[in-house]
């Protein structure tokens, strides 16, 4: 499929993010690469976003300033209408559990494009809690954009989309080589905390501290599980996450 896909490539991190160029060397490979991304880090926003916002070329692709969701809807409606598929990442972190999935920018963006019916994947890359401020090259991201590679490659068109609206992918520690690609669901394990002390409440997600693997409490086919254990999780997902019964809401409803 060598240079057959039309690819829209998207981030949180920013334009300027040693993860987004690696994946857009890579994809280049199979397709053609239109990059649309925010100017500045837009990590954590979720699915914000705007009514109207400014665009500038880059050496890479477009600049927007405003957040991956307005990158999404800015290159599918204008700037490169109807790709094959949207990849958004690499993300510098993993975007792994339940929990995140409304949070992550990355996420985000390709739940975005699932609204608008375009095979979509997010990718990331877990760094342990102490080497997450460490600065990156691009050599980094190398068997995260290999993965997304091969499902951007392989998955579209091959029915896997009819099973799925987008895929989470979240590639092990890049000191790790890594033991294969697993799929998993999202691990449901949540540990928030906060604390007030005057006029600030302090916010903490525990959840990265509880990622060694003598400690970690989630199942064998969890996404935390898997890149812990060295393995390259795939979560197939859908939007909007509507459950497949609701028998004892129609009953409550009827009651009123």
Known sequence: MSGSLDILVTNDDGIESPGIRALAQELSTVGEVTVVAPADNKSAVGRASSREVRVRETDLGYAIEGTPVDCVVAGIGSLAPYPDVVVAGINKGANLGMYVLGR?????????????????IATSLYLPDEKWKRTLDI??????????????ENAVGSGVFEEADYLNLNAPDPDV???????????????????????????KDRMWQRM????????SDTDRRAVVEGHISVSPLTAPHTPEGYGKLEDLVASY
């Open 177 to 203: 080589e890594p033991q294969g690609m697993r799929v998993t669901r999202p691990s449901r394990a949540y540990d928030m905390t906060a604390e007030r002390d005057g006029e600030w409440v302090s916010l």
């Open 212 to 219: 060694e693997t003598q400690s970690l409490a989630d199942g």
């Open 104 to 120: 992550s920018g990355t996420v985000s963006a390709a739940v975005e494009a699932a609204f608008f019916d375009v095979p979509s």
């Open 139 to 152: 050599e980094a991201y190398d068997h995260a954009a290999r993965a997304t590679r091969h499902l951007v």
